[in-house]
């Protein structure tokens, strides 16, 4: 078997998807809005914004991150409110959509 490179989704040239999870996507994003004492963990960690399939969920996570650089709090109102000052809310999925990540708070939980 010829050996691969794997640089930026591309392997051998040729474009590829790499996999993908939504609900553990929303699950972190539930985590970051829940529990703010798991935030140094997950923002100085290696997960950035890029890390997210779902463009919203990109946004999202931009918006708790700058957030937290600036101290404050970080719930999904002032993650939302963040998100329509800078003009993204709507392609974010709106408040309902960032509001509903807390119902993915039961599965990330146990996260530790």
């Known amino acids: 078997?010829?050996?691969?490179?794997?640089?930026?989704?591309?392997?051998?040239?040729?474009?590829?998807?790499?996999?993908?999870?939504?609900?553990?996507e929303r699950a972190l994003l539930a985590l970051c809005l829940k529990n703010?004492?798991?935030?140094?963990?997950?923002?100085?960690?290696?997960i950035t914004e890029e890390d997210f399939y779902d463009a919203r969920h990109k946004?999202?996570?931009?918006?708790i991150s700058k957030l937290y650089v600036n101290s404050s709090n970080i719930?999904?109102?002032t993650v939302a409110d963040?998100?329509?000052?800078?003009g993204t809310l709507n392609k974010a999925g709106n408040n309902e959509y960032?509001?509903?990540?807390?119902?993915?708070?039961?599965?990330?939980?146990n996260a530790d």
């Open 1 to 24: 078997m010829a050996d691969r490179e794997l640089t930026n989704n591309l392997i051998d040239g040729e474009q590829k998807n790499l996999p993908y999870d939504l609900e553990s």
């Open 82 to 86: 963040y998100l329509r000052k800078e």
């Open 36 to 46: 703010s004492s798991k935030l140094d963990a997950i923002l100085k960690g290696r």
């Open 75 to 77: 719930d999904p109102y």
């Open 59 to 63: 946004l999202i996570y931009n918006a």
């Open 98 to 109: 960032v509001i509903s990540l807390i119902d993915s708070y039961a599965v990330s939980a």
